[in-house]
Structure formats: structure tokens, C-alpha cells
């Protein structure tokens, strides 16, 4: 197993800071921020998705993809993927990304599924689960002559929420050309299959894991005193998702893949947060490799 952690999660850093930070905790790599368009305001507080100090711009990735991730090596680390920000309702877009990471030699980019937001309250989801794998294959031509799988990220929300799910869209493709990224943390605001039924369903198409954690907590009351709930992200040993499950499962498959930190806890330094995950990381691996 390979460790990396996801830049969007540090924006009080530079990407050099966050690389010179990856490297000094022990981390194998990065995976990189890179987005459309990033603002940053010194007199507003940080936030991940915008107001943050190092973001990458497609552009300049379109331009110069190694250029701009040399960071990345001289601080003796790999490129882990891509998380994108594209979706397949952008092929356009989705295809410079795409071809810049084949540039770049790196072999796995998160793409979004299109997104049911727009339909009515209850809609038809093989309709669009079909216009998601028929936009897909517009874009494998493209990612295989660069040599990037294409991934998507089990994400709350959406139509592509648990290992189950994802399977809808993918499992008429090859596994080569498509895959999965596993995050625990987005999973316990949907539900999600226990560790061994859900590295199960995926199989081989199981292509990088988001290492992050959450619990529920209750928000506030209904109108007629019914408890209303939400999930929030925690420290990775409190949160309600069985990782350490998970490790014995990934020990049995001989999982030599990347777990990706992307915590969103509050009120932790990105060095400390990314050095905690690690560390129970490096435990919960090495149990498991003890049974």
C-alpha cells in the first residue's frame, strides 16, 4: 500500500509546502489540486474549495504538466492520481484533463457521472445511468491512448454512492479502462456495505481509496420534535466507518494500491491531521498483516 494525501485538504499551504509537509510525515505522494479557476483572499478565512493557496489551474496543467507538479519530485514523491473537478457533462474539458495526466505519466483521474440534481424529486436513473456510460465511452478512445483509468469517486449525493452503485455504470467496461475510488468517509452519510461485501463487489475495479472518517450527530428537531441528523467528519479512529475492517480485507487482497488522505475535520493543522491519519493507518495495516 501507497499513502498520499489530497492537496485540497492543506489550503494553508502552498503546493511546495504541501508537498515539503507530505515528505517530512512519511507520505509516499500527492495527489494534487487542480482546478478551473482558484481565488485566495488573505482576509478571509480559509476553505478548501475556494479561498485557498495552491490551487493548480488547469490551464497552466494543460500547458506544462510536469512543469507544474515538479514539487512533487523534488521532494521524492509520486503523483498519486488526479481528483478532478470535471464531469462527463464536459467532455471537452474532461479530455485536456485526460491527456495532460497521460502527459504527466499518471494513471488514474476521478471523473463525476452525470448528475441527477436537475431531474424531478423521483426520476428515471437507468436513463441516466445509460447517458453516463454512453458519455464514458465517448472518452475512452481518449484516456487509453494516454493511459489513464477512469475513476469515480463513491460520493454522497449522487447516483454513484456505494461499491453497489458504481457497479451499475461500470461493470459492462473493462476494468483497465475504468474504476473505482473507495472513500469510507463519504459512506456513512449514505450507508454503505460492510468492508469484505464491498472490496468484494468491486473486485479488480477497486482503483484507489480516500482514507477519511465521519459520525452522525443530531442537528436539530422536526417540527413535531423528531430528532433531524447529520454526518460530520472526525478524527479517523472516532469516526463511524470500521476501517480497521477494511485493512484486513485490503491484507487479504494483496492491496498494493493508494490510500489517499482527504480529512475535513476543523480546528486540526493539516500536518498534524495528515500525521494522525497515518499513523493509525500504519497500525491498523500492520494488525492486519498479523492475521
Known sequence: MKYGFFTTFAPECTFEEACAIAKEVGYDGIQPRIV??????????????????????????????????????????????????ASLTDLDRAEKLVTACGQADISNMRIAPLLPDAE?????????????????KDLLPTSRAAGVRLCFELHPGGICAS?????????CMDPNDVGILYDPGNLVGEGYEKPRMAVSIMGSYLAEIHMKNARWVEAAKGPDGEASWKTESCAIERGTYPIADLFEVLAKIDYKGW????????????????????????????RAAQK
Open 36 to 85: 478551473d479557476s482558484n481565488t485566495f483572499d488573505p482576509a478571509k478565512p480559509l476553505n478548501p474549495w475556494g479561498n485557498n493557496k495552491h490551487g493548480i489551474l488547469e490551464q497552466d496543467f494543460f500547458a506544462d504538466p510536469k512543469g507544474v507538479l515538479k514539487p512533487v519530485w523534488d521532494n521524492g514523491l509520486e503523483v498519486a492520481s488526479v481528483a478532478s473537478y
Open 120 to 136: 424531478p424529486l423521483v426520476f428515471d436513473a437507468d436513463k441516466v445511468i445509460v447517458e453516463t456510460q454512453k458519455r464514458l
Open 163 to 171: 461499491a453497489s452503485a458504481a457497479m451499475r455504470f461500470l461493470d
Open 259 to 286: 490510500i489517499v488522505e482527504e480529512g475535513h475535520e476543523e480546528g486540526v493543522s493539516t500536518r498534524d491531521r495528515i500525521d494522525n491519519v497515518l499513523k493509525w493507518c500504519k497500525l491498523w495495516q500492520s
